[in-house]
């Protein structure tokens, strides 16, 4: 059985919102993972580094709740209607949300760049949301095997990660351009699809798919 050597980063996290579009021009939703473009776009701009990267929440760390704002029109000087979006705060009892990145595995300077940095990751920063410290950076190793994913990426970076896919469960995620103002929907792996990956990158259940099931 194979194996793939990769870079885990640990986070703590006070309360964050991985946004969604804005539903109905009032709502917006919150995911439970980090996309491969949240996490790079937010190491791209807080370290200057251009790196592959996938990220989850560790489970029972955190709970959904709602926050309201309003958008400002800077010309106007008033407000307009709010809108109602959904974040991760720690669950009760918890004292922060944890979190788990990681990256192909890199030179020893990439950790030494990142250990007990403080950065902030997904939207609304402005409002003090994101807010992450790093605990832990080590180079950990893990066993490639059939599984259920629970993270979600680009396409392109399967093969980047050692994931081959089984049975998937396509999606788009949206690409920032270089300068944040625009950007593209790419086709990617979503949570749920069944692959040939390390088994960090997997969910606890166990699934049996064969070569006959395809």
């Keep these: 059985m194979s194996s793939m050597k990769l870079l885990e980063v640990k986070l703590e996290i006070d ?10 021009g009032i709502f917006r ?39 309201i704002y309003s958008v400002k029109d800077k010309f106007l000087n008033i407000s307009k209607m709010p809108i109602f979006t959904i ?3 720690p669950k009760n009892n918890i004292r922060k949300i944890r979190a788990i990145i990681l990256m192909p595995l890199n030179n020893g300077t990439l950790i030494n760049k990142l250990k007990g940095s403080v950065f902030q990751i997904g939207a609304l920063k402005s409002k003090g949301f994101g ?6 950076v080590k180079e950990i190793e893990s066993k490639i095997i059939q599984g259920i994913l629970k993270i ?11 994931i081959k ?9 949206f690409r920032p351009d270089k300068f944040s103002i625009g ?4 086709k990617s792996l979503f949570p749920g699809s069944i692959v040939e990956a390390p088994k960090v990158l ?9 070569e006959y099931n395809r």
């Design 29 to 67: 939703p919150c995911q439970d993972i980090i996309p491969s473009s949240t996490i790079e776009g937010s190491l791209r701009h807080c370290f200057g580094i251009e790196v592959h990267a996938v990220g989850f929440f560790e489970e029972g760390t955190y709970v959904f709740d709602e926050f």
């Design 183 to 186: 950007g593209t929907y790419e």
């Design 165 to 173: 896919e089984v049975s998937p469960v396509y999606g788009y995620i």
């Design 202 to 210: 997997l969910k606890k259940e166990e699934t049996f798919y064969d």
């Design 87 to 89: 974040y991760l705060r």
């Design 131 to 136: 807010k992450s410290k790093i605990l832990e």
């Design 15 to 24: 309360s964050i919102i991985i946004g969604e579009r804005v539903k109905g």
């Design 152 to 162: 979600k990426l680009f396409k392109e970076e399967c093969n980047i990660f050692g």
